[in-house]
């Protein structure tokens, strides 16, 4: 089992650091597996970034990866306060575990961006991790701490 985990400050400079890091220290053969994983850690650490308070700038965002060699977790945790970004994870994942097709989700918010008048915040990321990596994902709220989980299955 092969299992990593990083405790970084809430800014683009550390996604990138934990991007190189991650690429280096996995050693996949697979190159669209590495691409996936790698596009899973980044879409949820950037949302940690975007969402964190502004007050917690200071708390460190929390990044487990586990490869079992069956399944590979990523779960990513941060300090979350905002209501409306509580009530936005809870919608959209939910939308996502409730959709007989979740792919599909990603190509409709496409077209729902594309038709609107006011673009405001994308939230493709999440889609984009069940769309594009082909992972799973779920959250959890304990307090002001947001865990998402993405799992991928490799049988």
């Known amino acids: 089992m092969k299992t ?22 996995l050693n996949i053969a697979d190159e669209n597996l590495l691409h996936q ?7 949820l650490l950037e949302n940690s970034v975007k969402y964190c308070p502004p007050e917690n700038n200071n708390q460190d965002i929390e990044l487990q990866f586990i490869n079992d060699d ?22 959209t994942i939910g ?8 792919n599909n989700l990603y190509v409709e ?25 082909e992972f799973e994902i779920t959250y959890s709220i304990d307090d002001d701490k947001l865990s998402i989980t993405a799992v991928k299955s490799l049988i």
């Open 37 to 43: 994983i790698e596009m899973v850690i980044c879409e």
């Open 4 to 25: 990593l985990e990083y405790l970084i400050r809430p800014t683009p400079k550390s996604i990138d650091f934990v991007k190189r890091s991650i690429k280096e220290r």
């Open 95 to 102: 939308k996502i575990k409730s959709s007989p097709d979740s």
């Open 109 to 133: 918010r496409i077209r729902e961006i594309l038709n609107a008048k006011e673009h405001g915040k994308s939230q493709m990321g999440l889609y984009r991790i069940v769309y594009e990596g």
């Open 70 to 91: 069956k399944t590979i977790k990523i779960i990513v945790t941060n300090n979350i306060k905002s209501t409306d970004d509580r009530k936005n994870i809870e919608e």
